[in-house]
Protein backbone atom coordinates (compact mmCIF):
# COMPACT_ATOMS: atom_id res chain seq x y z
CA UNK A 1 0.00 0.00 0.00
CA UNK A 2 1.48 3.27 -0.98
CA UNK A 3 0.89 6.76 0.70
CA UNK A 4 1.44 9.81 -0.66
CA UNK A 5 1.13 13.66 0.93
CA UNK A 6 1.43 16.31 -1.25
CA UNK A 7 3.54 19.33 0.03
CA UNK A 8 2.16 22.64 -1.62
CA UNK A 9 4.53 25.07 -3.82
CA UNK A 10 4.50 28.61 -4.29
CA UNK A 11 3.39 30.33 -7.60
CA UNK A 12 6.97 30.36 -8.83
CA UNK A 13 7.39 26.47 -8.71
CA UNK A 14 9.54 26.58 -4.86
CA UNK A 15 8.97 24.44 -2.20
CA UNK A 16 10.12 25.38 1.37
CA UNK A 17 12.94 24.11 2.94
CA UNK A 18 14.72 24.08 6.46
CA UNK A 19 18.18 23.21 7.27
CA UNK A 20 18.81 20.71 9.64
CA UNK A 21 21.44 22.57 11.31
CA UNK A 22 20.90 26.19 11.40
CA UNK A 23 17.03 25.66 11.31
CA UNK A 24 16.63 28.56 8.66
CA UNK A 25 13.77 28.19 6.11
CA UNK A 26 14.68 28.79 2.01
CA UNK A 27 13.41 27.45 -1.06
CA UNK A 28 14.52 25.21 -3.63
CA UNK A 29 13.29 24.84 -7.29
CA UNK A 30 10.58 21.55 -7.43
CA UNK A 31 11.55 19.77 -10.72
CA UNK A 32 14.04 20.96 -13.52
CA UNK A 33 13.88 24.26 -14.80
CA UNK A 34 14.26 24.87 -18.48
CA UNK A 35 18.35 25.26 -18.05
CA UNK A 36 19.34 22.27 -16.81
CA UNK A 37 21.22 20.24 -19.05
CA UNK A 38 19.82 17.12 -20.43
CA UNK A 39 21.83 14.96 -18.65
CA UNK A 40 21.26 16.06 -15.20
CA UNK A 41 20.93 14.17 -12.44
CA UNK A 42 19.53 15.15 -8.74
CA UNK A 43 22.61 15.22 -6.30
CA UNK A 44 22.29 12.46 -3.60
CA UNK A 45 22.98 15.56 -0.60
CA UNK A 46 22.19 18.99 -1.29
CA UNK A 47 23.65 22.38 0.84
CA UNK A 48 22.01 25.07 2.91
CA UNK A 49 22.02 28.18 1.27
CA UNK A 50 23.10 29.96 4.48
CA UNK A 51 25.64 27.67 6.74
CA UNK A 52 27.03 25.29 4.47
CA UNK A 53 25.68 22.36 5.94
CA UNK A 54 25.43 19.19 3.77
CA UNK A 55 22.35 16.57 4.15
CA UNK A 56 20.76 13.84 2.15
CA UNK A 57 17.70 15.25 -0.22
CA UNK A 58 15.14 13.85 1.85
CA UNK A 59 16.67 15.69 5.27
CA UNK A 60 15.15 19.18 4.12
CA UNK A 61 11.48 19.16 5.64
CA UNK A 62 10.21 22.66 7.76
CA UNK A 63 8.84 21.31 10.96
CA UNK A 64 5.19 22.46 9.51
CA UNK A 65 6.01 19.97 6.68
CA UNK A 66 7.01 16.86 8.82
CA UNK A 67 4.47 17.45 11.60
CA UNK A 68 1.74 17.83 8.15
CA UNK A 69 3.15 14.39 7.09
CA UNK A 70 2.67 12.60 10.27
CA UNK A 71 -0.75 13.54 11.08
CA UNK A 72 -2.08 13.29 7.45
CA UNK A 73 -0.54 9.62 7.55
CA UNK A 74 -1.42 8.69 11.09
CA UNK A 75 -5.51 8.93 9.47
CA UNK A 76 -4.26 6.15 7.04
CA UNK A 77 -2.41 3.90 8.85
CA UNK A 78 -5.41 3.70 11.22
CA UNK A 79 -7.96 3.22 8.43
CA UNK A 80 -5.40 0.52 7.31
CA UNK A 81 -5.27 -1.00 10.82
CA UNK A 82 -8.93 -0.86 11.16
CA UNK A 83 -9.62 -2.98 7.87
CA UNK A 84 -6.99 -5.65 8.28
CA UNK A 85 -8.35 -6.08 11.57
CA UNK A 86 -11.73 -6.67 10.08
CA UNK A 87 -10.15 -9.09 7.86
CA UNK A 88 -8.70 -11.08 10.34
CA UNK A 89 -11.86 -10.84 11.90
CA UNK A 90 -14.28 -12.35 9.28
CA UNK A 91 -11.47 -14.96 8.30
CA UNK A 92 -11.24 -16.62 11.89
CA UNK A 93 -15.16 -16.19 12.05
CA UNK A 94 -15.32 -18.35 8.52
CA UNK A 95 -13.61 -21.10 10.37
CA UNK A 96 -16.05 -21.74 12.40
CA UNK A 97 -14.92 -23.56 15.92
CA UNK A 98 -14.75 -21.78 19.37
CA UNK A 99 -13.36 -18.85 18.65
CA UNK A 100 -15.64 -15.58 17.38
CA UNK A 101 -13.77 -12.53 16.55
CA UNK A 102 -15.32 -9.21 17.04
CA UNK A 103 -14.19 -5.97 15.79
CA UNK A 104 -15.94 -2.76 17.44
CA UNK A 105 -14.96 0.60 16.16
CA UNK A 106 -12.04 2.23 14.83
CA UNK A 107 -8.53 2.75 15.63
CA UNK A 108 -8.00 5.88 17.29
CA UNK A 109 -6.36 8.43 14.96
CA UNK A 110 -6.20 12.27 15.17
CA UNK A 111 -8.18 14.56 12.83
CA UNK A 112 -6.97 15.50 9.23
CA UNK A 113 -4.80 18.38 9.21
CA UNK A 114 -5.63 21.55 8.14
CA UNK A 115 -3.81 22.14 4.40
CA UNK A 116 -0.87 23.16 4.24
CA UNK A 117 -0.19 26.85 2.08
CA UNK A 118 2.89 28.48 0.71
CA UNK A 119 3.44 32.50 0.38
CA UNK A 120 5.07 33.64 -2.15
CA UNK A 121 7.78 35.22 0.20
CA UNK A 122 11.53 35.50 -0.02
CA UNK A 123 13.79 36.82 -3.26
CA UNK A 124 15.20 34.16 -5.85
CA UNK A 125 18.60 33.98 -6.79
CA UNK A 126 20.73 31.86 -9.19
CA UNK A 127 24.40 30.74 -7.73
CA UNK A 128 26.77 31.65 -10.57
CA UNK A 129 28.16 27.58 -10.46
CA UNK A 130 24.84 26.04 -10.73
CA UNK A 131 21.99 28.96 -12.49
CA UNK A 132 20.01 25.76 -13.09
CA UNK A 133 19.20 25.50 -9.54
CA UNK A 134 17.82 28.60 -8.59
CA UNK A 135 16.95 29.36 -4.59
CA UNK A 136 15.22 31.53 -2.65
CA UNK A 137 16.23 32.76 0.55
CA UNK A 138 14.98 35.30 3.10
CA UNK A 139 14.47 39.10 1.97
CA UNK A 140 16.72 40.35 4.27
CA UNK A 141 19.52 37.97 4.14
CA UNK A 142 22.83 40.04 2.82
CA UNK A 143 25.64 37.63 4.04
CA UNK A 144 27.14 35.24 1.63
CA UNK A 145 25.22 32.32 0.23
CA UNK A 146 26.29 28.73 -0.70
CA UNK A 147 24.99 26.92 -3.69
CA UNK A 148 23.06 24.26 -2.85
CA UNK A 149 24.49 21.67 -5.37
CA UNK A 150 28.06 22.30 -4.37
CA UNK A 151 28.41 24.51 -1.30
CA UNK A 152 30.76 27.04 -3.40
CA UNK A 153 30.32 30.02 -1.85
CA UNK A 154 29.15 33.55 -3.51
CA UNK A 155 27.28 36.81 -3.15
CA UNK A 156 24.45 38.92 -4.26
CA UNK A 157 24.96 42.41 -5.01
CA UNK A 158 22.22 44.38 -3.33
Not at 14 to 23: D, H, I, K, L, T
Not at 41 to 70: L, R, S
Request: proline share 10%.
Amino acid sequence: MEFSVTIPLDSDGFVRRQCPSCQREFKWFHGRTDQAPEDWQDPDTYFCPYCGFEAPNDAWFTDAQAAYVQQSLSGRVSELLTDELDNVARSINRQGGMIRLSVSGQVDSDPPPPPLSEPNDMMGIAPPCHGFEPIKVRDDWYEPLHCLICGSTFTVDG
